[in-house]
């Protein structure tokens, strides 16, 4: 585990600071009372209720000193004195691939946060580095492994 710094949003950090109350006050709670009923169910050795029940309880405890781990190292990234003409963390970004003739429309976060699905990026992949201090209407060219695309910065939003 690195003790590198972690940039997160102001939200980013409230959602993990609202998932690791929630495992600590309410599923470790649970998790215990599976445990406390599959023991219930006699020999611990052929009991798979247990084994499952003590299976869950690592995850949660791994996920809890995860999420402490990451708290620990963050850094809020500080959007109040940036320029709005310049790509940053917590800019929502749209684009133009010159590649494929397409629009496509980016927030660029930190690596914790990242959801692709949610058109959310990470400021480490390839194209939320190559994006990250460029201005309104620059041209970036970005490495993947499908081969290279070219982005023109049509918008930059706060």
Avoid: W
Avoid at 18 to 30: F, H, P, Q, T
Avoid at 83 to 97: A, E, R, W
Avoid at 100 to 125: H, M, W
């Amino acid at each position: 585990m690195s003790d590198r710094e972690i940039l997160l949003s102001a939200e980013g950090k409230k959602n993990l600071e609202a998932e690791l109350n929630y495992l600590k006050l309410v599923r470790r709670k649970e998790v215990a009372e599976r445990i406390k009923a599959a023991r219930e169910f006699g020999d611990l050795s052929e009991n798979s209720e247990y084994e499952d029940a003590k299976n869950e309880q690592a995850f949660v405890e791994g996920r809890v000193l995860e999420l402490e781990r990451i708290l620990r190292h963050a850094r809020i990234a500080d959007n109040g004195d940036r320029d709005p003409d310049v790509v940053s963390i917590g800019s929502t970004v749209t684009l133009k691939d010159l590649t494929r003739n397409q629009i496509l429309e980016y927030t660029i976060v930190g690596s914790q946060e990242a959801d692709p699905a949610k058109k959310k990026i990470s400021n480490e992949s390839p194209v939320g580095r190559a994006l990250l201090g460029q201005k309104l209407g620059s041209v970036v060219s970005v490495m993947v492994p499908a081969g290279t695309f070219k982005y023109e910065v049509v918008s930059i939003h706060v």
